[in-house]
């Protein structure tokens, strides 16, 4: 595979990640963005899109996913490149002192900064205690629906009652040769539309619906062979399956930030509030991620530490120049 | 006026809070401010389920869960049919006596 390469990679495209591509585009320094979310944004578009947030300098209301897409707006003269929905697994430092950070898909990015911008860590799908699932997980048991394909002809169960179990839901029952959803409670709050559908794909024979159940136990020798579902009387049927698609929606996790040798405290890296330096030269740490004396895990303050890390991130990526502090006003903003 | 709860932490051990009941709170800060760990990483809106709590006991004196509430519960594998969101409980009479149980996510 093809190596990106770039100045300074990113890891976490919230916020204050995408902040910190236009500090370091006024001190000419490329930035790659990584997140482990298939949208930019962070906690902004993941958990609050349609929010309005009141605390961003010269904005007295925005709402969230409206701030997101303003700063695109402002880092695009600098050109910044992602690559979205994978997980940074492992950073290396190579003889030059520069680093290659790799993602759980083998994407690599060589870089002479990295900067963490991970927030509350990685949005993981959330799973339910079924024993031996990790077990069967990438044999039969999926967490999103990346490739429909997969699908086609099997025998599918989906475990859930939000948006995207209904969606799937309805996606599958076209692809897929049998349907189930299992649902803990009888109604669906989802998208009325969709709950619509789903009850008349059930009437129709369409799909199998199961309600007031539960996903209780699975089984099969190598690869997802069936799934036992109990019911509101707690009597067990099973259920021949070849995927089972829990969606319990995302929540954050630390991750494999952990194993990266940085200081850690309370699952927040520890920086100097000099230029939010980490343990590992060459390292920052910025936003949620971070911790010192005093922090606030707010946007703005993020945004103040990606300025001080670019000035110090500068001498890593040019050596030989001295840096001299120039406003905005000055120069305007030099496209790359 | 005091109302008196009973919380039951991750090691199934149980401790009683007296709390005045016209402090304005949710039960999601007053266990906070009790130094229980949940994360309430959306500090109240009902947006993130990290502050899950089972009513053990009492759970039908409470006031019913509004939609975005169940919605939000909806998206946590390991809810019953008495999860609630702490944040979403303010605290008033008709908790007295209840018992909670914190099942919602920790920073590890
Ligand atoms: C409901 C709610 C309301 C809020 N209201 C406000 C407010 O009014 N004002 C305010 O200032 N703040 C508010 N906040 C806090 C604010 O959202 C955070 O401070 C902000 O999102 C932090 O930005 P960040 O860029 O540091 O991290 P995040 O927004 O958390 O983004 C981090 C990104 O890093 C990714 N990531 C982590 N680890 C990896 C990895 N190993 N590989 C790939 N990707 C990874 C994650 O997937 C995530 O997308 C609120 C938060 C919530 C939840
Ligand atoms: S604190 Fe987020 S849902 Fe209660």
């Keep these: 595979m093809e190596m990106i390469s770039t100045d300074i990679c990113i890891i976490g495209a919230g916020p204050v990640g995408l902040f910190a591509v236009f500090e370091a585009g006024l001190l000419k320094m490329r930035c790659h963005l990584m997140d482990a979310l298939p949208q930019v944004g962070g906690q902004l578009s993941e958990i609050y899109p349609h929010k309005p947030i009141y605390d961003i300098p010269g904005y007295p209301t925005v709402k969230a996913q409206e701030l997101v897409d303003n700063l695109l707006d402002q880092i695009d003269p600098f050109k910044p490149t992602f690559t979205l929905g994978e997980r940074v697994e492992q950073i290396t430092r190579q003889e030059d002192q520069s680093f290659i950070v790799t993602t759980n898909e083998h994407t690599k990015v060589h870089c002479k900064v990295i900067v963490i911008a991970g927030g509350l860590g990685c949005f993981e799908p959330r799973k339910p205690t079924i024993e031996r699932l990790e077990d069967f997980e990438g044999r039969g048991v999926a967490y999103m629906v990346k490739n429909p394909e997969l699908f086609r002809n099997k025998q599918v169960v989906l475990a859930g009652g939000g948006d995207s179990a209904l969606d799937w839901t309805i996606f599958l029952s076209e692809v897929a040769e049998k349907v189930t959803l299992v649902h803990r409670g009888d109604t669906f709050r989802g998208a009325p539309d969709s709950a619509e559908k789903v009850f008349n794909l059930a009437k129709e024979g369409k799909i199998n619906l199961l309600l007031k159940s539960n996903v209780v136990r699975i089984g099969g020798n190598g690869h997802l062979k069936e799934v036992f579902i109990a019911d509101q009387a707690n009597e067990v049927t099973a259920l021949e399956a070849d995927h089972l698609i829990p969606l319990f929606g995302l929540s954050p996790k630390l991750g494999p930030i952990a194993e990266w040798g940085l200081n850690i405290d309370k699952s927040a890296i520890v920086v100097n509030t000099e230029d939010y330096s980490t343990n590992v030269p060459g390292i920052y740490a910025i936003g949620d991620i971070n911790t010192y004396p005093g922090k606030l895990k707010l946007i703005l303050c993020g945004f103040h530490e990606a300025a001080l890390m670019c000035h110090s991130a500068f001498k890593f990526v040019y050596p030989d120049q001295r840096l001299s502090f120039k406003y905005t006003t000055v120069n305007g903003v030099n496209a790359f | ?108």
């Design chain 2, 1 to 108: 006026m005091m109302i008196n709860i009973t919380v039951e932490d991750r090691n199934g051990e149980r401790q009683q809070l007296e709390i005045p009941d016209d402090i304005s709170l949710s039960l999601m800060e007053v266990l906070k401010a009790s130094e229980y760990h949940i994360l309430a990483t959306c500090g109240g809106m009902a947006l993130c389920a990290t502050c899950h709590v089972q009513v053990l006991e009492g759970g039908e004196r409470l006031g019913n869960a509004n939609d975005q509430e169940l919605d939000m519960l909806d998206t946590l594998p390991d809810a019953g049919s008495d999860s609630r969101l702490a944040c979403q409980l303010r605290i008033d009479q008709s908790m007295d006596g209840a018992v909670f149980r914190i099942l919602g996510a920790t920073e590890e």
